[in-house]
Structures are given as structure tokens and as C-alpha cells.
């Protein structure tokens, strides 16, 4: 079944097909979305035909996705996505909530969300024989390709801004991949990137840039669906809740747009499908210093002015997010708003998070520091059942991590010093 049918851009609406183009519209540069023949994807599976299958990686979802099954199995390419949702009963409770959930993205191969992404592009990689997968990156997406190609041997080369924090540089030089720091910004580095690819023939993997990011990125909706179809019933039963309640809401740090968008065409695919009842609401987080989507939204337009970012959560410091318009349709498309959070508010909602048992990095905090807000403001009310992403590993960033929590102390191997110090 060919599924895939060809691509839409997003600002113009031109149509083309699967082998017209590669990354963006060839007439205004607009992200181009996948398109599929939603008749034969329903004509064919039931959503129990998906929700029955034994495989709990984000290849579940194949028969939504426009690629076909990587070869070989096992790999953590192939067991990449099925994350866990926890529950945070006392984190609710603090900020006035009925129920608080949290899907963990840290738990992914490489530690990030950004595996999604980069499993479907190196399986994109492998049908059209790319000898080589390229991408600017912060750390987490070039961790992400670097893991997912070093899984079945593809070439890969990574772009980051020589401030990438030393974890994530770790990772992408143990994944065998080549590693080039660049003396600038991400920003710069994806304007390398895409010069680059385009003088030596290099596939391009750039995060709102490749068609196929949010594609991967989609399937943590497709799997928020499976989850809350299965919760809900429950959930209403704890809560008493009315037949009227708000939908599910789910927060997502938001830096160049792509993780948001992608999560937007998720539940929109499943919408088309006729298989989601309710559309949930996305609420995007930023950083103050790394705003220009938040502004946009806020702001009422299309049109993202880039800032000078500045955050301590790196992953998400953009200055023109490339991924910016769908990511603003995101949001006011489902009823969600956008939340800015400050460096001091991500720290302290790493330290908040902890206390569940959750170790995320400033990116991945963010949400949850965004859902601080939006209680306190009234966002969101005691009632709404909610969900936060976290999107990355604490372990990506310990220097970060140490700022939000006092040091310990250090004391002589004795007993007294333990009896001074309690
Ligand atoms: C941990 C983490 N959270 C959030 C994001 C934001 O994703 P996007 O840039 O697609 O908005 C990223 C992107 O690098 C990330 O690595
Ligand atoms: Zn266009």
C-alpha cells in the first residue's frame, strides 16, 4: 500500500509529490507536511489492528508512518518511542490538581524525544540510499541521528554550536559519528548544515527543515492517544468527572516548533482517520530569553521575528525557529496558548520534578515549569486532566542540574562529623 502520497506546504498549500521535493517548498520555503491517503490507511486497519500489535516501539504505528519497516530488528533503532507515562500524585496536589501525568521522553535510547525523529530519517535515509545523514543540532537531535545510524552502520555527521554541554558532545562522538563544533550559534550551524548537504550531496536531517522530523515527532501524539483512550475511562471514574470536561491539555517545551508541530499532525492524522474523538489542547512552554514562537502567538500573526536567545535550557536557545508558524497553528488550533518560563523557573521546576523521581534536563523542564504557570494563572483549571512531556535526560546536563539543587556537604569520615552536621 503507498500510503505516502506526496507533500503539502504549509504556507501556500501547494502540493507535491514524493519524489518532486526534498525539504521545503520550492516556491516560498514553507515546511512541507507529509500527506497520506487517509482513505486506504482506514479502508485497511481498524484502530485495533494497531493497538493489538505486540510492539511497543514507535513502529506500532507503521501503517501511520510514510515509511516502510527498517531492516534487521533489535536494534535501538527499531525500539525507539513507547515511553512510559507516570503518574505525579504529590506534584498535582502542590500546584491544586486532580491528576497530573508525565510521558518520559529521557527514557528513549539516546535519552531525548529527538530519537523519534531520527528513527524515521535514517529509515527515510535507507530507502533513498543516502550515503551519508547530516544535521545541525544543539546536541540532542545530532545525539539522536549519531545514535539511531551508528544502530545500522549509516554514516552520519553532526553540526553543533562548540557550547553544546560535554554529555551530549560525549554522546555524539560515541556513536562514531563526525562530530564538527562550530564557532557560533545553532542558528549558525544550521545555516552551515544546509549549505553543506547541498554542496556534497549529504542527506539532510535539520529539525523544521526535513519533512519527515515531525513525522517521527508524531508518534509521541499517536501514543498520548492509545494512553488516554485506555486512562480516560478510569480517570473520569477517580475524578467524577462531567461528560463535559476539558480535554486532555499537554505541555511541550517548544525551541525551533518541530516537537509541537509534530505532535499537532498526530492527533490531526488520527483525526482524519475518524479515530479520535476529542482534539487534545497543546500548550507550548519557552524560555523568555527564546521566545519568537510565543511572541508570534501572542502577538496574533504567522510572521516569527527572530530574538537573541539566551537560556540556560540549550536545547531549546533558537533564534528563528525554523518550525515556527505550524508550531503557533498548534496551539491556537486546539485551544492551547502558549507560556513563558524564566532560566530561574526551569531550574526550580528540575528540582520539583525530582521529587517525583523525574531527572530532566532544562529543555525537558520546561513544560512542567510552563504547567507551574498555568496553574497559578488559570490556565488550566484543578479539574483538566493534564500531561507534560519530559523531552530530555537530566543526565545530558548535570551542570545544569547542579544549579537547581544546594550542593551536599562534605565531611571527615567520623561519626561526630555526621552528629555536628544533623
Ligand atoms: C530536550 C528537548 N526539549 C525540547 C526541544 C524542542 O524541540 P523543538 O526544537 O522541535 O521545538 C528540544 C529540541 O532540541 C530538545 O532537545
Ligand atoms: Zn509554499
Known sequence: MHKFVGYRCSLCGEQYSPTEVTYTCSKDGGNLDVVLDYDSIRNKYKPEDILSRSDPSLWRFLPLLPVQEPSGTGTPLHIAGGTPVYALPRLAAKLGLKSLWLKDESRNPTASFKDRASAIVVSRAQEIKAEVVVTASTGNAGAALAGMSAAIGQKAIIFAPKSAPQAKVAQLLVFGAKVILVDGT????????????????????????????????????????????????KWHEQVGASEDHAPLTVFVSVGDGNIISGIHKGF??????????????????????????????????????PVSAKTIADSISVDLPRDGVRAVRATKETGGTYVNVSDKEILQAIAELGTQGVFAEPAGATAYAGLVKAAHSGVVGSEDPILVLNTGSGLKDVRAAMQAVPSAPIIEPTLDAVKRLL
Open 186 to 233: 545553532y542558528d549558525d550551524a544550521f545555516d552551515l548544515t544546509v549549505k553543506a548537504a547541498d554542496e556534497f550531496g549529504w542527506y539532510c536531517r535539520n529539525t523544521g527543515y526535513n519533512p519527515f522530523t515531525a513525522e517521527g515527532k508524531k508518534t509521541a501524539a499517536l501514543e498520548i492517544w492509545e494512553w488516554w483512550e485506555d486512562a480516560h475511562e
Open 268 to 305: 490531526k492524522d488520527l483525526y482524519q482517520l475518524g479515530w479520535l474523538p476529542d482534539m487534545p489542547r497543546i500548550i507550548g512552554v519557552q524560555a523568555e530569553g527564546s521566545a519568537a514562537i510565543s511572541n508570534a502567538f501572542h502577538e496574533e500573526t504567522e510572521t516569527i521575528v
